[in-house]
């Protein structure tokens, strides 16, 4: 089985900060994009960020410039630094990753659990 586990989230203030964490488990050989969402009540969800297995990231229209995706490839785990909140980034965050099956190499897309941030103004 394989999993995503999302770490991190909360409450925070306008403009401060917060880190998300979230780390693959289970029979893993390879794991390729990772990825972060949002989806605000009441709105489709949104890219955030996208980061390859080299580094290379991209970054979507919410929180450009106000944001950082990396990740661990020995841990399995991908990161978003979120800075200057603002309320409208009030949101459930997911990440998102391919992964590839040991033993079966089978490619399966996995979601986090999702994890609640709330910006109070």
């Known amino acids: 089985q394989v999993q995503l586990v999302q770490s991190g989230g909360g409450l925070v203030e306008a403009g401060g900060s917060l880190r998300l964490s979230c780390a693959a488990s289970g029979s893993i050989f390879s794991i390729g994009s990772m990825a972060w969402y949002r989806q605000a009540p009441g709105k489709r969800r949104e890219l955030i960020a996208t980061?390859?297995?080299?580094?290379?990231?991209l970054y979507g229209d919410p929180m450009k410039s106000r944001n950082t995706i990396s990740r661990d490839n020995a841990k399995n785990t991908v990161y978003l630094q979120m800075n200057r909140l603002k309320p409208e980034d009030t949101a459930v965050y997911y990440c998102?990753?391919?992964?590839?099956?040991?033993?079966?190499?089978?490619?399966?897309?996995?979601w986090g659990q999702g994890t609640q941030v709330t910006v109070s103004s």
């Open positions: 980061i390859g297995v080299g580094g290379n990231s």
């Open positions: 998102n990753a391919e992964i590839w099956v040991a033993g079966t190499y089978e490619r399966l897309e996995r």
